[in-house]
């Protein structure tokens, strides 16, 4: 499934200085992925959800934290919860994860029942001014 990844000014720099190395670590490594934005060794020829699930996982060691904890889906997870604490639309937030049914994505509603509970009466026209 396809997905949206949008980049703000400080990601897009961080993509800009990746590319200017990228080159040279495949020709160090001998990789041939010319056409990923992430190559890898792998049979398939870039970084596969996997591998990218390893690579974090090391880094929660090198940062102290329990691998155990932390994993592509908890990313995930926490990149959908901290959008509606922040007030995005709940058919934005399904746009950006991919999901081809609402109701896979009011699963995140459950995290901040207070939270939706002030947007709706702050924000419903319904609600009477007082």
């Given at each position: ?6 980049l ?14 990228r ?32 690579l974090l ?12 904890t ?15 604490q ?9 746009k950006?994860l ?20 002030d947007l709706?009466?702050?924000h419903h ?6």
């Amino acid at each position: 499934r396809d997905r949206l990844v949008p980049l703000n000014q400080p990601a897009l720099e961080a993509l800009l200085q990746y590319l200017k190395v990228r080159d040279y670590f495949l020709k160090k490594s001998g990789i041939k992925g010319r056409n990923w934005l992430f190559p890898s060794a792998s049979q398939k020829g870039h970084l596969t959800r996997q591998g990218f699930g390893q690579l974090l996982k090391q880094q929660a060691i090198e940062a102290g934290l329990d691998p155990a904890t932390i994993s592509p889906h908890v990313l995930r997870h926490a990149f959908a919860t901290h959008l509606l604490q922040g007030g995005a639309d709940l058919l934005v937030i399904q746009k950006l994860l991919g999901h081809a049914d609402i109701s896979t994505t009011q699963i995140y509603t459950h995290v901040m029942p207070d939270h939706l509970l002030d947007l709706v009466t702050t924000h419903h026209p319904l609600q009477q001014k007082g």
